[in-house]
């Protein structure tokens, strides 16, 4: 099991930014992909951004050039540097995380952050 604790949202003016973090507790030594999904009113929960434990990252293209994501192995957090915010960047966030058991993956979630983007 694994438990994800999210900090950092909020109301922010279009153009601003905001960081977002992520605290991993349990059973993290098997935590593979480690990120963030989010979710607007209306519409399907998507992908924000993900780093695996190698490090490599796939953002979703709305992401690109303006959040940036980070990884902290040794403390379990992970991190969602949001830049030039846009008012469609407005939703529910929720950090992700994947612990692999053998072939198996296990997906676990946050109970989400609130991040309003005003025009």
């Known amino acids: 099991q694994v438990q994800l604790v999210e900090s950092g949202g909020g109301l922010v003016q279009a153009g601003g930014s905001l960081r977002l973090s992520c605290a991993a507790s349990g059973s993290t030594f098997s935590l593979n992909n480690f990120g963030w999904y989010r979710q607007a009113p209306g519409k399907q929960r998507e992908l924000v951004a993900v780093i695996r434990s190698d490090g490599v990252i796939n953002y979703a293209d709305p992401a690109k050039g303006r959040f940036s994501i980070s990884r902290d192995g040794a403390k379990n957090l992970v991190y969602l540097q949001m830049n030039s915010l846009k008012p469609e960047d407005t939703a529910v966030y929720y950090c992700?995380?994947?612990?692999?058991?053998?072939?198996?993956?296990?997906?676990?979630w946050g109970q989400g952050t609130q991040v309003t983007v005003s025009s």
């Open positions: 992700y995380g994947e612990v692999v058991v053998g072939n198996l993956g296990y997906d676990y």
